[in-house]
């Protein structure tokens, strides 16, 4: 079966600007989490999305939100992009909010100039 | 969630067995000890799940000792495709599963020929 697709692969953004990510999960599967990634922080929890409601947050600003949708697929959005967003934005999908594993998406990388 | 300990690098030749030693003193009655690989610009995948004593599938093995204070990540006879991020994550499945996957710095594997 089909994996985590998350588009775009790469995006480059100015400053000031905002930004939507998707991410479409495994078939099936029902809780939708976001990461963060860059090389200084590692992977930071973002949100977690199930059954179209968010159920947790991670400590970033507000500019960061999300949504999911009833096929699942989940948004990300990111108001008046910084440079500090430039980082690797990682969709994990599991079958439930108790399941042994969460499978990624390769990602999207964003680049903020 | 449990706080983790590893090594930052590790060095190791093809054929080699390797094993990755994850400290995690705090552990709770309820938490599960999961171990992610990582290769560059790409998600986490998932490689072996534990509760206690040995697991074992067709990619590694983990160890558990008794106390659960640390486990042991073994990759038999590494390739140089095996070079990657392992992380190791400890937490609670039963309450809210993977919506706060924390995961530390990881160990860079690093597989010579």
């Known amino acids: 079966k089909a994996g985590v697709t998350q588009t775009p692969r790469y995006l480059i953004k100015t400053r000031g600007q905002q930004v939507t990510l998707s991410c479409s999960p495994i078939?099936?599967?029902?809780?939708v989490s976001w990461y963060q990634q860059t090389p200084g922080q590692g992977l930071q929890f973002l949100f977690e999305?199930?059954?179209?409601?968010?159920?947790n947050k991670g400590n970033f600003p507000g500019r960061f939100s999300g949504r999911q949708f009833s096929n699942s697929r989940s948004e990300m959005n990111v108001s008046t992009l910084e440079l500090g967003d430039s980082a690797l934005y990682l969709c994990?999908?599991?079958?439930?909010?108790?399941?042994?594993?969460?499978?990624f998406g390769q990602g999207t990388r964003l680049t903020v100039v | 969630l449990a706080k983790t300990t590893q090594p930052i690098s590790m060095d190791s030749y093809e054929g080699q067995e390797v094993n990755i030693t994850c400290s995690h003193n705090?552990?709770?009655?309820?938490?599960?000890i999961t171990w992610y690989q990582q290769f560059p610009s790409q998600g986490p995948r998932f490689i072996i799940q534990g509760y206690k004593t040995k697991v074992t599938n067709e990619v590694a093995s983990l160890f558990i000792p008794a106390d659960r204070k640390s486990s042991t990540l073994s990759l038999p006879r590494v390739s140089l495709s095996d070079t990657a991020v392992y992380y190791c994550?400890?937490?609670?499945?039963?309450?809210?599963?993977?919506?706060?996957?924390?995961f530390g710095k990881g160990t860079m594997l690093l597989v010579s020929p």
């Open positions: 994990a999908s599991s079958l439930n909010r108790v399941s042994t594993e969460a499978f």
């Open positions: 078939s099936g599967h029902r809780s």
């Open positions: 999305y199930f059954s179209e409601t968010q159920r």
């Open positions: 705090n552990i709770a009655t309820n938490d599960y």
């Open positions: 994550l400890v937490g609670d499945m039963t309450v809210g599963g993977y919506s706060t996957l924390t």
